[in-house]
């Protein structure tokens, strides 16, 4: 698009040097043609932004960009200073849409940064085989009776997502499950269907109708995970318990360049190494191993895993474990995405949802290694700071107070104390929730998957939960803490995390004794959107209404095929040509030279011929890596466009899910 004085500026995808919150710094080849110049001029320059993102549209909106620093090659130092002004008048003045899922990419493979981990725990859970049909319905520590509502002769499991109830004359109790009751002595005993029912059974189902998780036997995608008319078996278990199952007696199948086999006819990750006749099972993002199905199973660090692992072929269906793999690109870009926040503006006089607290005042818990503390006894994380100085986090929003009861009143800032709650308390998920910045009428904020529960492990990939197992409260109602393992719906499948997709994410949140259910729901952390329950009071960034369309004010954002502009470290300009071979910019006159005549090294010419057009090796696995991440990012954004969102590729079954999250 020309500018007021006929200049046209160009900018290619830029190439991330940091992304840290809502801050983006990196580099970008642009051209800038003047009115009467016959051909553009090509140049990088460095630049800084702030990023509005919204992943659910896979988009990020780059605003107030700074031009901090310019190159032109070959041009004289007048022309570059007008090339340069001319780009900063245009970049002060327009918004830049740009897919989420490529910076993310570019990001990934182009910098492949190390970071640092978290503490977490990887102690086995209780592991489960079976070859039938079963449900697994999870019960939070032991059963916690409270009379069942409009049923005063039943008595009700309240720290369970599921409807039990218990008929004490009968001394049995009962459970809702694939639309009938199911009938035990006790909750670990064996569940059989109801024979003869209470008529209080129905009472009390119909007085909680949603109110409660009806186990239907459907997965993430509401399809049925057993074949119609199926009779499962039901377990219910009271600690950390993972079920896996196959289909009928195990079918172990090669994988082709490698030494594992793995379970066909199993919805989880189950493999078996040939040489030592191990199995090994991929859990919440972390690998456990045991020599049979019956265990024990111990855990087995990332790094420790077989070498075969990291050579499962991209396109098997077994592929996305490599996210759970040290190393990998897989592994890598899953990191990068675990970074990524989800923002939005939010209006300052946001209400939040009254605090209420069980017994009517905050039971104050201590908040392991730090001087804070906190109300177990209510729904959302209240924090005391101060005696005067409280906060509180719902749906990605902070807000503070001066009292534990309020009036609560959008945060503009966070004490940095909070940013320390260690992974050990259960209140850990909260320092991924961050305010930006605020205006008179605005509060800028964000939050990473870690608000959701995954965590970047000291293993060097991202798992799920923190592995600890954290103290429960139960009162009138049970407020559970974050949970990692058994909380997948009962099929052990119900979390998925990946750079490209994401699963269920199932929230065992705030039952009451009287029936009262707050919360309940799937979670896709890739693109369900937090800030959504707020209505228009808060805003993300917004999609264009083409998404082809990449040209905004006085700038052009090349797009498709012709975005093959690179900005090299070196402060020189590439391009890959038809044929897929590097060239570099020599400036006006010179115009594009190759570096490469051909892919064999005698075609290619030496220093001696053309020491000035040839890059430094390092340079030159930059712009590889460069152009790896541009044609990934690229995938990932078609990929997005042709499903209508995320549904697909790349994810990470981790299995687990469940929590307190507000």
Known sequence: MKAADGTVITVYQPQVERWADNSLSGRAAVSVQRPGEKDPHYGVIELGARTEIDKSADLVTLSNVRVTKSSFPGASAEDAQKYLAALRGAVTRT?????ASALQANLAVAQARVQKGQEVKNDPPRILFRTEPT??????????????????????????TALILQDPQAKTFYLWAYGRWWQAADLGGEWRGASELNPNLEKARQA????????????????????????PKIIVATQPTELLQSNGKPELTPIPGTQLLFVKNSRNDIFLQLGAQTYFVLISGRWFTAKSFEGPWTYVAGKSLPQDFSRIPASHPMADVMTS???????????????????????RDVQPSPVQYDGGEPKWTPVEKTPLDYAPNTQAPVIRVEPKSYYMVQNGVWFTATTPQGPFAVATTVPAVIYTIPTSSPIH????????????????????PGYYGTVMSSDGVVVYGTGYVYPVYVGTYWYPPPVTYGWGWGFSVGFMWGFAMGGGWHNPCCWGGGGVYVSHHRTNINVDNSYNRWGNRAQAGQLPANRQSKQVGNTTLAKGANNNVYAGRDG??????????????????EGWSDLDRGNRPEQRPSAEQRPSQRPSAETRQ?????????????????????SGGFSGGGGARMGGGGGRRR
């Open 135 to 160: 449900l697994l319905v999870m019960v939070d520590r032991e059963p916690q009776l409270r009379p069942a509502k409009d049923a005063p002769a039943l008595w009700r499991v309240i720290n369970t």
């Open 325 to 347: 793999v040290p190393g990998t690109a897989q592994a890598k870009e899953a990191a990068i995405a675990n970074q990524i926040p989800q923002t939005a503006t939010v209006q």
């Open 208 to 231: 909680l109708d949603k109110q409660f998780d009806p186990l239907e036997g459907k997965d993430a995608d509401g399809k049925d995970v057993f074949p119609a008319g199926t009779v």
């Open 622 to 642: 930059s712009l590889d890596r460069q152009a790896q991440s541009r044609d990934m990012g690229a995938q990932r954004a078609q990929q997005y466009r042709s």
């Open 572 to 589: 020189q300009v590439y391009r890959k040509n038809d044929s897929g071979d590097w060239q570099k910019y020599g400036g006006k006159g």
């Open 95 to 99: 918004s830049w849409p740009v897919s």
């Open 429 to 448: 998920y909260v320092t991924y929730v961050r305010v930006y910045g605020s205006t008179a009428s605005t509060v800028s904020v964000g939050y990473t």
